[in-house]
C-alpha cells in the first residue's frame, strides 16, 4: 500500500502542476504542439530515519555525479506525505536514450565504486514511473520543483561538484607523473584522449601513438615531482599548470614547468593535451 500511496502522490502532483500550466496556456492563442520528453518519476521508500542522510548523500555524491554524466536532473527532494518517501525525476529524450543513460551511469566505475553503497544501504525499496511530457508542462515542473528547494542546496550541490572535479584531476595528475616516471604506458592508454598532443621541450609535437611509444623508451630522468600543482575547473575542461624537479641522467638537478588540458568525456576526465618544458 505504502508504494502505491506514493505513485499517487506523484501522479496528483504532477497532474496538479500539468494543470496550473494547462490553465496558462488556455488563456493564451493557440500556438504549435510543443516538443516533448521523457519523464522517469523514481520514488524512494526508504529505510526509517534514513531520509535526511539519503538527502545529503544525494546532494554531495549523487546529484554531482548525474551532472557529470550530463544527466537532466529535472527535480529531487523529500516527499511532503510522510518522513520516509523522496523523488527523483530525471528527463531523456527518448526511452531508448533513457536506458542507455542508466546503463553507462549504474554500470560505470565512478557509481560502483563510488556512493552506491552507502546510497542502496538507505533505500527500502522504490518504484519508477515513466511518462511523456511536453516542454511547457516539463519546465513548469522544473519551476515547481526548483523553487521548493532551499538555495543553499543548489549552491551545496555546485559546490559538491567542483570540489570532486579538483580531487579527481588532482589524482589523475599525480598519475600522469608517476606514468612518466615509471613508464606505465598502460595508465597513459586509459587517461589520454583519443586525440591527444603533446608538446615537447625541443619543441616537437606529437601524437598519442608516438608519446606511448616514447613512454614506452627507458627513463632517463629520476625522482620526478611536481611542485606548485594549479587545477582550474572550466565546465567541461580543466587545465593543470605545475612546476617539475628531477634529477637528470647525469646526476645533475632539473627543473620545468607543464601544462596539461583535460577535458570530461562520456563522464570521465581525459587529457587532450600536454607542454612541457624542461631546463
Not at 111 to 133: C, D, F, H, M, Q
Request: glycine share 6%; net charge neutral; proline share 4%.
Amino acid at each position: 500500500m505504502r508504494k502505491l500511496t506514493i505513485v499517487y502522490a506523484f501522479t496528483a502532483t504532477l497532474a496538479t502542476l500539468s494543470g496550473s500550466v494547462f490553465a496558462v496556456a488556455r488563456a493564451q492563442p493557440e500556438v504549435e504542439p510543443q516538443a516533448s520528453r521523457i519523464v522517469e518519476v523514481r520514488s524512494y521508500n526508504l529505510k526509517p530515519g534514513m531520509r535526511d542522510r539519503f538527502h545529503q548523500l544525494f546532494l554531495s555524491e549523487a546529484l554531482p555525479m548525474l551532472q557529470r554524466w550530463k544527466v537532466d536532473v529535472v527535480g529531487y527532494g523529500p516527499s511532503l506525505h510522510d518522513d520516509d518517501s523522496y523523488y527523483l525525476m530525471r528527463a531523456f529524450a527518448s526511452v531508448e536514450e533513457r536506458q542507455r543513460s542508466e546503463d553507462a551511469f549504474y554500470g560505470s566505475d565512478e557509481w560502483l565504486k563510488g556512493p552506491r553503497e552507502a546510497i542502496l544501504a538507505a533505500i527500502a525499496s522504490y518504484t519508477t514511473v515513466v511518462i511523456r511530457l511536453d516542454d511547457r508542462t516539463l519546465q513548469g515542473l522544473r519551476r515547481a520543483t526548483k523553487a521548493a528547494r532551499p538555495m543553499k542546496e543548489d549552491a551545496m550541490a555546485t559546490e559538491a561538484n567542483v570540489s570532486a572535479d579538483l580531487a579527481t584531476l588532482a589524482a589523475l595528475n599525480q598519475d600522469y607523473i608517476r606514468s612518466v616516471q615509471t613508464a606505465d604506458v598502460e595508465r597513459f592508454r586509459e587517461i589520454l584522449a583519443d586525440d591527444f598532443l603533446c608538446s615537447l621541450p625541443d619543441g616537437s609535437l606529437i601524437d598519442r601513438g608516438r608519446f606511448l611509444e616514447q613512454t614506452a623508451q627507458p627513463v632517463t630522468i629520476a625522482n620526478l615531482e611536481a611542485h606548485d600543482v594549479n587545477v582550474r575547473v572550466l565546465g567541461d575542461m580543466a587545465i593543470v599548470h605545475a612546476r617539475t624537479t628531477f634529477t637528470a641522467a647525469d646526476g645533475r638537478p632539473g627543473s620545468g614547468r607543464y601544462t596539461d588540458v583535460w577535458a570530461r568525456r562520456s563522464g570521465r576526465w581525459v587529457a587532450v593535451s600536454a607542454h612541457v618544458t624542461r631546463k
